[in-house]
Structures are given as C-alpha cells and as structure tokens.
C-alpha cells in the first residue's frame, strides 16, 4: 500500500471540500467540518477522471495529481483568507469538551468500525454490479489511459453496470493509481466521516447517551454495515440524499439561500452516483414549493430555486446520461427502452409498495437486514404522535423525506423494470435510515430524556439551563442577531 | 455531580450489555464484528494479493486463471472462448466449479468469452468442455464446430468418471 498516496488523497479530499464548504459559506461545528469536507472531498475526487475523458486527457499517474491539486487550488484561491490557525485552538478545546460518555460510545463506534475499515484494505472490491462495471472500467482504465477502453467492446447484453455513473469507477480509478491496487479505502474514509458528521448532528440536540445509542443503532443495522466494506452505490447514494435533505432544512431553518445552493449540489452527487435518484429529488418538490409558498418568497425567486433544484442534480445526470453515454462512449444506448411507459398496469406500484412494507419495513426479514432500526423509528414516532403531538420543522421535514422514499423507491420500480424488489429496493431503503437517524435528534420523546438525564446529573446546579447549552448545543437559546425560523 | 455522571456512565455500560444480547445484535456482533477476530491472525499471515482475490472472488476466480493458463499453451492470438453456462458443468458432476461470466472472465483473466444466446457466439475459436472430469480447450475452426460443442452444452451427459475438477 502506498501510504504516501493515501496520505496526498485524504489532504486533497479535505481541503478540496473545505474550499467547496467555504465557497458556499457553509458553517457548522468543528467535526461535523471536518467530516463534511472530506465527504464532499471525495465527490470531487471522483469527478476527475470522467472530466480528464471529456477533454481527451489521458488517465495517468501524474495527471490525476496535477488535475487533483488543480482542483484543490482552484476550489481553496478564492477562499484561502478564510482559514484560520485559531481553528486548531478549538480542536483542542472541542476535544476537551468531550464527555465520559461521549469519549465511551467514540470508542465503542471506533472498535466497530475497525473490522470494516480492515476488510476494505484486505478484500478486492466483489458484489457482481460492481466486478461487471466500475471494477472492470477501473481496471482497464489503468492499463488503457481511458475510460473508454477495450471493455465497450465486449458484448456486454447480460449487464447494464459499465453504464452506471462513473462514481465508484473514478474513485477505484484514483486510489488503485495511488494507494492500493484494490482501490476501495475511500469507502471507509467516506463512511468514517458520515458517521463522524452524524455524530456531531446527534450531539447537538441530545445527551451524550441518548445520541450515542441513537448512533449505535444506526451502525448496528446489518445490511448498511456491509456496505461500509462492500463496494456498491447505494451507500454513498444514502449519504449524498440525507446531507443534500439536512441542508435543504438548514435553509428552511436558517433562511440563507447558500445553504439551499448547496443542498442542491448535495442532491447533484447523489444523482451522480445513481441516476435515478433524480425521481426522488422530483418528488420532493411539494415540499420545496409549500416552504417557497409559506415564506411568502417572491415569484422571481421561487422560479430560480425551483430551477435550481431540479436544474443542478440533471446537469449531473446529463453529463454522464447525454454526453459522456452518448458521444464518447462506443454503444447504443436509449434510456427510453430501460423505462416502463405503460402506465395502464398502476397495480405494479401497489403490488411492490406492499411487497416492500411486508418483506422489508414491517415484516418479513426486516429484523434480519436492519434488526430493530425501524421498530425502533416507529415507536419514538408514535410516542411522539401520542404523546407529545408537536413536531418542528426539521422533523416535519424529515418526515416528508422518507414519506417521499416510501412512495418513490416502488415507483421507480414501477418505473423501471430491472429495479427490483430484493436488491435494488432493499438498498434504496438505506436513503430512509438517516433520515430516521435525523428525526430521533428532534424527537420529543428522545430531546425529554435528554434533559431528563442532564437534570439528574446536576441537581444542585443554580442554572441547569448552562449545563444544558454545555452538554447540548442547540438546546441553547439562540444568540441575538440569528433570525431563526421554524420551531426549534 | 461527578458520581452521578459516572453513574449514567455505568448506566449506559450496562444497557449496551443489554442491547448486545438482543437476538439480532448479538448475531450482528458475532458475525461481523467479532468473527474479525478471528479471521486476523490468519489474514495477517497471508497479504499476498493473488491470495486475497482467490479468497475473496472464489471458484469463479480460479477457473478464469486455469482457463487461462489453458490457452497460453495454445498460442492464439485473440482467443474468444465459448463458455458453457453453470448447468453444463453441475451435470457433469462439478458443481464446485464455477463459470465466470464473460465480463468478469475478461476482468480475471484479459480474455475474451462468450456464452451459449449471445449474439457473438459464432466468433469464438475456443471452447471449453469437461472431458473425464478434465477441463480442456478446444479449438473451433467452424460454424460447425460451435454448433456442436453448443448441442454438448444444451444435453451434457453425465461423466462418471470424474475425480479431478481440473486439468
């Protein structure tokens, strides 16, 4: 393995994501940086040697770091004032800051984790999707120069993989250049820095305990830790969905356009790594228009932003669907024939919709692919339903989301004949467990224990309310000068 | 103050004591989690590329590499090899012995194949055939040729006298 490589890519991925994060002027707490900079890091990563092919540069060892370091300059000229030594400071003081409790499930997620990071150093890359398209695209990519290399002319009837979004391909295609020729370390640097980001959204709203068993839960579902080793998309696609969604609602929230800007660029990698996505970003736009329509936004605006959002996510969907697919590849391709346009037969949708609620989320082998995750979901939501009776805007919108996934992920296999029930269907379902993950932080239920445990903790203190804002951030009253928005 | 946090401490060890000894976290760690431990040591002893794909990609992997080991004795220089489908070689008693699909023989081995209903199927010039419980290559100079070796693969018959998977 070579270190030195590996080294050069997690920098590159940071500061190429701190340059796009600081481009957008997106600002969150220290971690939860960090780990949106490497994850947006390795987005932009991938991009590169589909573009080196767009212009006809080779792929090479020494035009990926050129074209990487391009990138990193590029994305960080305009922003580089913005970096600050005091940072370090608060990396110090956030490190102190961590609790008993904190500092015991970091170290339990860590000991979790390491089985999967080993297996994605020691194992090549195997599912099928993966060996008939991007892994083999990679491969010939490093003994051709380019992507579009002597694979396109084999048949290739029996698969549609080599057409899926260049995403794990360019990926596999930089880290077997410079780290392994197994490629695939990315994977855990980009499911490390998701759970890392989680945590920190977790540790905003909730007790140290309460969060870290919320987290747990979440790493603990079987079939989405497979895929922290497994190459395969639906991962990464679940990660881009559910942080392009956390910004969308930072923009509902916070009423700053920059944040809904980059929410829509969120949206634009998750179509990158699988296209059809692009459905289920459609059919948020109820929601997007009722919070254009509530804050009373002017016509002008609405129209830009709803442009926007559908605009970003198809410019990524076309270049890989309309040109690369089209004029650079040597296959016939017609997205057309891949699609179902007879709408006369409505009872497939039902069919797999009931199918997908009986076999996978309430029934079946649910248990099995996702143990108690969704159980567990259903109860805090009904309490809060039963209980409490008040939701605030992130959980209202988090509910919409994954009522959006429960609808779209059988119309697209209504839609799309080869997205099936048992594999693509039951991989798209990981899209709802973040968003699931996002709602226990506003859960009534879950926020009152919190502040159940932090009063038990510090009876005698005069003021509970400054342990609170210690120990949970956003439970802390907003600082004048913020103008918030929904109920927090 | 401390003793009551050391005491949510202690509290939240022992849920997570509780939480993994339910049935499907208990089966989750011991599958995936503390299985590594000992898969490790043995992992460790062997880093050998080559022996982590055979690992890891299986029969599949290890045919491609005889069949291509196969070839390199015949000297052709764009071998496109007619592959029979996984019946052909569960019927003759080697179930074991996995056929790669022609994309992932390509992407195991640089060499061409192709499968009984492809449409290329008349440009092969190598087919494989289970004679005697021997993997062997055989050369297709004609239409006829294929035709034949696909009527072997459409009514395999049962070889009795197999012992060896491969040749």
């Known amino acids: 393995m070579n270190i030195a490589g590996l080294i050069f890519l997690i920098l590159m991925h940071f500061f190429s994501g701190r340059g796009l994060l600081y481009l957008f002027n997106i600002k969150t707490r220290l971690w939860a940086t960090i780990a949106l900079s490497m994850i947006t890091g390795i987005l932009i990563i991938a991009l590169i040697p589909m573009l080196l092919d767009l212009f006809f540069i080779p ?3 020494e035009n990926v770091i050129i074209s990487t370091l391009l990138v990193t300059i590029l994305l960080n000229s305009t922003q580089v004032k913005k970096y600050r030594i005091s940072t370090l400071k608060h990396i110090t003081s956030s490190i102190k800051s961590i ?3 904190d500092a015991l499930f970091l170290l339990l997620f860590i000991l979790l984790m390491i089985p999967s990071v080993w297996r994605c150093f020691y194992f090549p890359a195997y599912a099928r999707d993966i060996l008939s398209g991007p892994e083999i695209i990679a491969e010939y990519t490093l003994r051709e120069k380019t992507m579009i290399n002597s694979v396109f002319s084999l048949n290739l009837e029996t698969t549609n993989n080599h057409l899926k979004p260049p995403f794990v391909s360019g990926l596999q295609i930089v880290y077997k250049m410079l780290v392994h020729p197994f490629g695939e370390l990315w ?18 709203k909730l007790h140290p305990a309460v969060a870290g068993f919320c987290l747990l839960l979440f790493i603990a579902i079987p079939e989405m830790y497979a895929y922290t080793y497994i190459l395969l998309f639906d991962y990464a696609n679940a990660i881009m969905f559910s942080i392009g969604i956390y910004f969308f609602l930072q923009y509902v929230i916070q009423q700053k356009a920059n944040y809904f800007f980059f929410s829509t660029l969120m949206f634009g990698f998750a179509t990158f790594i699988r296209s059809e996505t692009l459905v289920l970003i459609c059919m948020l736009l109820p929601m997007i228009l009722f919070f254009f329509y509530k804050e009373k936004l002017p016509v002008i605006k609405r129209i830009l932003y709803t442009g926007t959002f559908v605009i970003v996510p198809f410019i990524f969907y076309y270049v890989w669907m309309g ?17 179902n346009t007879d709408f006369s037969h409505v009872n497939i949708f039902f069919s797999r919709l009931s199918d997908l609620t009986s076999s996978y989320l309430l029934g079946g ?3 099995m692919h996702y143990a108690y995750f969704i159980n567990v979901f259903c109860i805090i939501l009904l309490t809060d339903v039963i209980v409490y009776r008040k939701f605030n805007t992130e959980a209202r919108i988090l509910l919409y989301s994954i009522l959006v996934l429960y609808i779209g992920i059988p119309l697209l296999g209504f839609l799309i004949p080869w997205y099936d029930l048992d594999n693509t269907s039951k991989r798209a379902l990981f899209k709802m467990f973040p968003l699931m993950l996002l709602y226990f932080r506003n859960s009534m239920i879950l926020q009152a224990l919190s502040r159940s445990i932090i009063n038990w903790e510090s009876p005698q203190t005069k003021s509970v309310q400054a342990t609170i804002d210690k120990i949970i951030p956003q439970m802390a009253k907003p600082k004048p000068g913020i103008k918030k928005r929904g109920k927090q | 103050m401390q003793q009551r946090t050391l005491a949510t401490l202690i509290a939240t060890a022992f849920l997570l004591i509780i939480f993994f000894n339910l049935k499907p976290y208990r089966y989750w760690l011991d599958s995936r989690i503390l299985s590594f431990t000992t898969e490790i040591p043995e992992q460790i002893d062997n880093l050998d590329l080559e022996y982590r794909r055979e690992t890891r990609y299986g029969n599949g992997y290890v045919m491609a590499k005889e069949i291509l080991k196969l070839t390199s004795t015949l000297h052709y220089k764009n071998p496109i090899i007619l592959l029979p489908r996984q019946n052909y070689v569960e019927a003759k008693g080697i179930p074991q012995l996995v056929m790669p699909e022609p994309i992932v023989l390509y992407l195991f081995s640089r060499l061409q194949g192709v ?17 005697k419980g021997q993997l062997e290559l055989v050369e297709l100079h004609s239409k006829n040729d294929i035709d034949n070796l696909l009527k072997d693969y459409a009514n395999p018959q049962p070889d009795n006298l197999l012992k060896n998977t491969r040749s």
Do not use: C, H
């Open chain 1, 323 to 339: 040109i690369f697919i089209k004029y650079y590849l040597p296959i016939k391709f017609n997205v057309g024939d891949q699609v």
């Open chain 1, 59 to 61: 792929i090479t060892t």
């Open chain 1, 187 to 204: 994977l855990s640097i980009l499911s490390g820095s998701f759970l890392i980001w989680l945590f920190s959204l977790m540790r905003e």
């Open chain 1, 99 to 101: 609790t008993l409790t």
């Open chain 1, 365 to 367: 082998n649910s248990t």
């Open chain 2, 115 to 131: 499968v009984p209903g492809e449409k290329d199927v008349y440009k092969a010039n190598m087919g494989l055939k289970i004679i």
